[in-house]
Antibody, heavy 125, light 108 residues
Framework: QVQLQESGPGLVKPSETLSLTCTVSGYSISSGYYWGWIRQPPGKGLEWIGSIYHSGSTYYNPSLKSRVTISVDTSKNQFSLKLSSVTAADTAVYYC??????????????????WGQGTLVTVSS | DIQMTQSPSSLSASVGDRVTITCRAS??????LNWYQQKPGKAPKLLIY???SLQSGVPSRFSGSGSGTDFTLTISSLQPEDFATYYCQQSYSTPRITFGQGTRLEIK
């Protein structure tokens, strides 16, 4: 059974860098798939941040791209998120998730499953 | 970016009701559409992928349909555990993955 667990500071000061790690168990990141980060401000909807392949290939939400770095450590079966120059608007529950896919007739469909339980990060001085 | 608009934003229904939630894309996304269920304080859970494929372990009362710009999630007979918020998500325009704003399903 694949499980993901986010970890990192729950409080970050404005203008600093938010850093989170997602530890994967029950599945080797090196086996494949993309792995993603999604966030949800309190009481609001979901926003995709970015995703990484086990090889290190990444793609990011263009609205956050200038501030986001996602990396992977296959030896620890972890992937990480860094978000720089944070403001109060970055306060959210941050989720990590696996991004499986299936291909049929030349089209490849992907989705997020499973998700970690999420971790609340508050940006405040 | 492709905008995903769900309707209604909230819905009241009773146990046993048949419920339909709609998701409309601002441009055609073929079948690149997924549905998630989220309960308070919990992570989203995948229900449907590729518009109509039921995720393993999800009850058969959930179904998805649609292609192009218009999609629906149907719950054939509401159960008490189905009261939650539902989100659609498009994966057509990677790296511009976007979610709908959510539909809150409440007990009448």
């Amino acid at each position: 059974q694949v499980q993901l667990q986010e970890s990192g500071p729950g409080l970050v000061k404005p203008s600093e860098t938010l850093s989170l790690t997602c530890t994967v168990s029950g599945y080797s990141i090196s086996s494949g798939y993309y792995w993603g980060w999604i966030r949800q401000p309190p009481g609001k909807g979901l926003e995709w941040i970015g995703s990484i392949y086990h090889s290190g290939s990444t793609y990011y939400n263009p609205s956050l791209k200038s501030r986001v770095t996602i990396s992977v450590d296959t030896s620890k079966n972890q992937f990480s998120l860094k978000l720089s120059s944070v403001t109060a608007a970055d306060t959210a529950v941050y989720y990590c998730a696996r991004e499986p896919d299936t291909c049929s007739g030349g089209s490849c469909y992907n989705w997020f499953d499973p998700w970690g339980q999420g971790t609340l990060v508050t940006v405040s001085s | 970016d492709i905008q995903m608009t769900q309707s209604p934003s909230s819905l009241s229904a009773s146990v046993g009701d048949r419920v339909t939630i709609t998701c409309r894309a601002s441009q055609s996304i073929s079948s690149y559409l997924n549905w998630y269920q989220q309960k308070p304080g919990k992570a989203p859970k995948l229900l449907i992928y590729a518009a109509s494929s039921l995720q393993s372990g999800v009850p058969s009362r959930f179904s998805g349909s649609g292609s192009g710009t218009d999609f629906t999630l149907t719950i054939s007979s509401l159960q008490p555990e189905d009261f939650a918020t539902y989100y659609c998500q498009q994966s057509y325009s990677t790296p511009r993955i976007t979610f709908g704003q959510g539909t809150r399903l409440e007990i009448k």
